[in-house]
């Protein structure tokens, strides 16, 4: 589907009638995936806040003065635990994210690399977001045994740079390239609720559907508006636009992860359980996401009143499997 896709395409899809673009979602995600089935993956944020980055929408960014834990790398022992916790409640993926423009001191780069070979060895997806990545950094993470690299596009090319002014569209887009050129799977989606419009979500999704191949996982982060950064006010997004979101990546991106990502604090239920019959089978589990709130021990409640469950490990593995040989590559789980 995906050379000929057009922003026409995907418009003619995002704005189905919802009983149809819901039928249409959750029959992609039967036809892939077990629609029972909800993978949970634990965040780490291992390096925080004091970024050089100018991202409006981030609580990290050294530019805003907003009121966030900062602290340094992180040790390996501590994620080490942290990461047994999170196993131990279920979790079968860990991602660790650092507040960094991308590498940068080697000594820091190589824990990195440790945290990763901990984490495989502990039967897990391991997953880092570290910015931007030069080929050799990608070839060492490979090495290490990464399972994928969390690199989003955020939103559409044109309104990327209203949102973030230190680094272009075409950057991160040749991140993702050197990831995929060392077999690494990608994990790569966007923030909807910015004050973009409707054109530009379906210029990500565009964006996204369209790399070769497209992301095995996909993050559809729902904007936390933080104090004192620059969207903190930004329009609340209509609940049905991010159920059209998920279902429409969905169909896109039929053999993916779509991960209902940030944003779930405060959600209902039931919106909750719209995004999953639209094709939504990954959620971050845990109090906090990297800074801010996140539902906690209230999943293990959304679940039961959903009839639906955590993903065993070995369940994990085949989704992986079948993802990365949907795409043509030789996955490393
Ligand atoms: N510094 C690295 C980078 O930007 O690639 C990795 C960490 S950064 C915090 C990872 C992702 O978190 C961003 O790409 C963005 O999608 C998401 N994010 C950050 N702040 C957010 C917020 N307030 N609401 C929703 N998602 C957010
Ligand atoms: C992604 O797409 N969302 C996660 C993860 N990848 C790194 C981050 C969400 C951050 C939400 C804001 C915060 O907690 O600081
Ligand atoms: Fe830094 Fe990432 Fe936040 Fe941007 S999104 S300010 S790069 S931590």
């Known amino acids: 589907m995906a050379e000929n896709l057009t922003r026409d395409t995907i418009r003619e899809i995002y704005e189905l009638p919802i009983p149809e673009l819901l039928y249409r979602a959750a029959t992609v995600h039967r036809a892939h995936h077990d629609p029972t089935k909800v993978q949970f993956c634990q965040l780490e944020n291992i390096k925080s806040g004091k970024c050089q980055e100018d991202c409006k929408y981030c609580p990290q960014s050294a530019h805003y003065d907003v009121e966030i834990p900062e602290y340094g790398l992180e040790s390996v022992q501590q994620v080490i635990e942290a990461a047994r916790e999170a196993r131990d409640g279920g979790a079968t993926r860990f991602c660790m994210g650092a507040a960094w423009r991308g590498p940068r001191n080697e000594q820091e780069f190589e824990r990195v690399l440790d945290m990763v070979r901990a984490i495989r060895s502990m039967g897990m997806e391991a ?30 090319p044109e309104y990327y740079e209203k949102i973030i002014t230190t680094r272009t569209f075409e950057d991160r887009l040749k991140t993702i390239r050197n ?5 690494v799977s990608v994990c790569s989606g966007g923030i909807v609720g910015m004050g973009e419009s409707r054109e530009d979500r379906i210029g990500m999704l565009h964006s996204l559907a369209t790399l070769d191949p497209p992301p095995e996982s996909v993050p559809i982060n729902l904007l936390v508006p933080v104090e004192g950064t620059p969207l903190e006010k930004a329009p609340p997004l209509g609940n049905i636009e991010l159920v059209r979101c998920i279902a429409t990546a969905r169909i896109l991106m039929p053999t993916s992860r779509v991960r209902l990502s940030a944003g779930r604090q405060g959600m209902t239920t039931e919106m909750q359980a719209l995004c999953f019959f639209a094709g939504a089978n990954s959620i971050f589990t845990g109090e906090k996401l990297l800074t801010t709130p996140n539902p906690g021990e209230g999943d293990q409640a959304l679940m039961e009143i959903l009839g639906m469950t955590s993903e065993s490990a070995e369940e994990t593995n085949q989704e992986f499997a079948q993802a990365t040989a949907a795409n043509g590559i030789n996955g490393q789980n």
Do not use: F, I, P
């Open 127 to 156: 997953c880092v977001t570290l910015g931007l990545l030069n080929e050799d950094q990608a070839a060492r993470l490979a090495e290490a045994g990464l399972t994928s690299y969390n690199h989003n596009l955020d939103t559409s």
């Open 179 to 183: 990831v995929r050129k060392v077999g």
